[in-house]
């Protein structure tokens, strides 16, 4: 691994240092001599997963009474980077797991349904999923197809769900349904289901361009019986709100995660300049390389700079939907365009999939379109103008 000395940030107390050396660490020595092993079969070890909640990995950020860390999101950020730094990056769903899906079952779940779920996905006996995207509907949230039936007093799922991430290994899916489709968005709820399931099945684990080791699915839900008190807050209606107001973390997140793609791609790159020779001179020597670098540099930094400002503003409660959305799709054009860039100095090396540029340019194409697409976002931004 190539080691990133991350710039300080106001945000990283010493203990969230000393914690980021501890994760760094768990990363080097069990997770990172299997990933060549778990791009080649589409997916991680299930066994990884269990490991990940041994070393308090997983729920960081949730209560201590519900099996968490008793952390924030700072922590969760702070994982984010440092699969990131190691290559592995958000193909190893921790992030989703801790950060997007268990946040859902603490802000809006019942008692019942946090002291239910929540310790077994801190644990890694159950691995979380959230179904949002279905075959025609992506950024639409509000036009899915997805119903959920009251039937005696239960609900009965009937629907299709794709591209969801974890959807090999879930066994736990939060699924986005209609339960009044007469009702637009204050028809949607969010139902819990567990995997096993009669009706439940999972589909092909879907073959990308990048993220190889992510295991990525079609969901079908076959009249899938679930119990009412799976209905996520036990109130019909609200799904939408809960979406909403939960996608400006999941938006900072992959804005975090792209900051820390940047700064490894200028490390990567830099170094290889300069061991890498043209006519005789390291072709870090040569002028265009130079301001070339200089330019990403810069562009990392000021990303940087921004993120951690989102990231303070997120803490301490003040971040507005508007801004997260700037973070998305700037920071994930800017990766796009710095991966890309560090790429055509590695030459016909760079077009190798062995060599960690390669992976970084396949996999941050699939950032300006999960989490909203940047179209979406800049439609998001517009309205607080």
Not at 46 to 53: D, F, I, L, P, Q
Not at 61 to 67: A, C, D, I, N
Request: proline share 3%; glycine share 10%; with cysteine.
């Amino acid at each position: 691994m190539t080691a990133i000395n991350r710039p300080a940030s106001r945000w990283l107390t010493e203990d969230l240092n000393i914690f980021r050396s501890s994760v760094r660490k768990i990363i080097e020595r069990e997770f990172a001599p299997h990933y060549d092993r778990w791009i080649e079969q589409g997916i991680v070890d299930r066994e990884a997963w269990r490991v990940a909640g041994d070393a308090g990995l997983l729920c960081v950020s949730m209560p201590e009474e519900y099996g968490g860390g008793g952390g924030t999101f700072a922590h969760e950020a702070v994982i984010a980077e440092e699969l990131e730094y190691s290559g592995i990056g958000i193909a190893f769903s921790i992030s989703l797991h801790n950060a997007i899906v268990a946040p859902y079952y603490l802000a809006y779940g019942t008692e019942d349904q946090r002291r239910r779920w929540l310790p077994k996905l801190a644990s890694g006996e159950y691995v979380g999923a959230i179904a949002m995207t279905e075959p025609g509907t992506g950024s639409d949230l509000q036009n899915v197809r997805t119903t959920a039936r009251k039937t005696e007093g239960d609900y009965s799922i009937s629907g299709q769900k794709v591209f969801i991430t974890n959807g090999q290994l879930a066994d736990l899916v939060l699924t986005v349904c209609k339960t009044d489709p007469e009702q637009g968005a204050k028809g949607i709820s969010l139902v819990a289901v567990e995997t096993d399931r009669q009706g439940f099945r999972r589909g092909r684990n879907l073959e990308k361009i990048g993220l190889h080791a992510s295991d990525t699915s079609e969901l079908f839900y076959d009249d899938v019986d679930v119990p009412a008190d799976n209905l996520l807050g036990g109130v019909e209606g609200r799904g939408f709100y809960q979406l909403m107001e939960k996608l400006v973390q999941e938006r900072l997140l992959l804005a975090v995660s792209a900051a820390a793609a940047m700064e490894r791609a200028v490390v990567l790159t830099t170094d290889y300049v300069k061991e890498r020779k043209a006519f005789g001179h390291a072709i870090l020597d040569f002028q265009n390389t130079q301001f070339r670098l200089a330019e990403c540099k810069t562009e990392a930094t000021i990303a940087r700079v921004f993120v951690d400002n989102c990231v303070e503003r997120h803490i301490a409660g003040e971040l507005d939907p508007a801004t997260a959305s700037m973070a998305k799709w700037w920071c994930s054009q800017k990766q796009g365009e710095i991966v890309d860039t560090c790429l055509q100095f590695f030459g016909g090396y760079g077009y190798m999939s062995e060599y960690p540029i390669a992976r970084m340019y396949a996999d941050a194409r699939i950032q300006r379109i999960y989490g909203g697409t940047n179209e979406i976002m800049k439609l998001l931004i517009s309205r607080s103008l």
